[in-house]
C-alpha cells in the first residue's frame, strides 16, 4: 500500500510545495469515487474526506508519500452545489496546477462505470491533452455491474479513448471490493519512481 500522510491545503497556485519533486494527481466527477480512491489506495479510511454531500473538496490537497513524492486531491467537478464565482476560482486553480506544474507526473481520473466519459469527462481530458502527461482510468464503483457489463464498458472506453487519440490506460475499480487495487497502486508508485527509491516496498500490477 501507499503510505501517505497529510501534507497542505492549497488554495493559490502561489501556494504550491515547494519541496515537491513528483506529483500525482487525481481528479473526477464529485460523485465518482475519488476520495474513496485515494482512502483506498493508501489504506486510510479517512485520509481524503468522504462526504455524502457531493462536491466538498474546494482546494488542492496534498498527500505526502515519500520525500518530495505527493499525491493530490483535486476538487470534483460538475455538482457541488457552490456560487458562480466560487466555481470559476476552483476552475483557474485546477487549471493553473494541471497546465504549468512541471512536477506532475500524471493524472489518474476516476469515472463511475456506470455514467463513463461524460461531457465534462471529455472536456477535461481534451483541456489536460496538451500537457502531455500520461492518465489512468479507474472506471470506479465496478462491483455495480456484472463481470460481463463492466468488462464491455471496459472494452468500450479503451475504445474510445484510443480512437481519441489520448495517452491513457484503463481499468476496473472498486474501493468496496478492493477489484484493481494492485493494478492501479503500480502505475502511481511507477509515475512516481517509488519502487526504484525503494525497492522492498510494491510488488507491481494486479
Known sequence: MLNAVFHITVARIRDLPADSHAE???AGRSNAGKSSAINTLC?????????KMPGRTQHLNFFRVDS??????????????????????WQALIGGYL?????????????????PLTELDRSLLDWFRPAGRPVH??????????????????????????????DASVQLFS???????DEAEAV?????????KNPAQGEGAG
Open 24 to 26: 500525482v494527481a487525481f
Open 68 to 89: 518530495g513524492c505527493f499525491l493530490v486531491d483535486l476538487p470534483g467537478y460538475g455538482f457541488a452545489r457552490a456560487p458562480k464565482e466560487q466555481k470559476h476560482e
Open 43 to 51: 489504506n486510510h479510511k479517512r485520509l481524503a474526506f468522504v462526504s
Open 175 to 181: 474501493s468496496l471490493k478492493r477489484i484493481g487495487v
Open 188 to 196: 502511481v508508485r511507477g509515475w512516481l519512481a517509488l519502487d526504484k
Open 99 to 115: 497546465a504549468n506544474r512541471p512536477q506532475l507526473a500524471g493524472l489518474v481520473m476516476i469515472m463511475d462505470i456506470r455514467h
Open 137 to 166: 482510468v479507474l472506471l470506479s464503483k465496478a462491483d455495480k455491474l456484472a463481470r460481463g457489463a463492466a468488462l464491455e464498458t471496459l472494452r468500450q472506453v479503451r475504445a474510445a479513448l484510443r480512437e481519441a487519440g489520448l
